[in-house]
């Protein structure tokens, strides 16, 4: 089945610098990726999501970009604020499945 | 617009009390829903789902239980709850048709004492 391995589980940046989360899934016959942002105490919320016919897009300043050769796919964030600190989860649906596969997070701190 | 609620917020129960968590989703027809768990700090853990009223497909066996009454409706159980049963319960839903975006609940906090 599909796996899906999320680095790295801590990130720390400074205000206005870039932050790059990867994330790695085994199946290529995966098809879609989401990410979700979860803020303390809440559900986690869609940020962003790239289909496997799609090499990157971008929604001002997170950006999802996928290899489908290597089987990975990242986030990046520019600009980065505070409000940007929360865990950060990928995840893959493979094809036929009504379920996501979740990588285990990532704690981003942007530091003022 | 589609909404997704989830009740309690917060619960804290003694262990072997009985559980019953609700989710309702408004603004669709025939969803397919989910509950997952996120013990303190880790991931995210999928429990049930269910693509239809009385289907449910179960992940991870252990002391919970999951029923469909209705279309837009998903309740999560136990009969007797453990200590290894807190954590923070999601119920998230999707369209119909594998591969497309979930939309998570605001969770339930469960402590179990």
């Known amino acids: 089945g599909e796996n899906v391995e999320q680095h790295p589980s801590t990130l720390s940046v400074q205000e206005g610098d870039s932050a790059v989360i990867k994330c790695t899934y085994s199946d290529s016959a995966s098809n879609y990726f989401p990410w979700y942002k979860q803020e303390l105490g809440k559900g986690p919320q869609l940020i962003i999501d790239i289909r496997s016919n799609v090499g990157e897009k971008k929604d001002q300043r997170i950006a999802v970009t996928l290899n489908k050769t290597a089987k990975h796919f990242s986030l990046h964030i520019t600009e980065t604020q505070p409000e940007d600190s929360a865990v950060y989860f990928c995840a893959a649906s493979p094809p036929g499945t009504y379920k996501y596969i979740f990588g285990t997070g990532t704690r981003l701190k942007v530091l003022a | 617009s589609q909404t997704i609620h989830q009740w309690p917020a917060t619960l804290v129960q003694p262990v072997g009390s009985p559980l019953s968590l609700e989710c309702t989703v408004e603004?669709?027809?025939?969803?397919?829903l989910y509950w997952y768990r996120q013990a303190a700090g880790r991931g995210l853990q999928l429990l049930f789902y269910?693509?239809?009223?009385?289907?449910i497909s179960s992940e991870v066996p252990q002391n919970l239980s999951a029923s469909r009454p209705q279309d837009r409706q998903f309740i999560l159980s136990s009969k007797k709850l453990l200590l290894s049963d807190s954590g923070f319960y999601l119920c998230?839903?999707?369209?119909?048709?594998?591969?497309?975006?979930?939309?998570f609940g605001s969770g339930t906090r469960l402590t179990v004492v």
């Open positions: 603004g669709t027809s025939n969803p397919n």
């Open positions: 998230a839903w999707s369209p119909v048709g594998p591969g497309d975006g979930y939309t």
């Open positions: 269910s693509v239809g009223i009385g289907q």
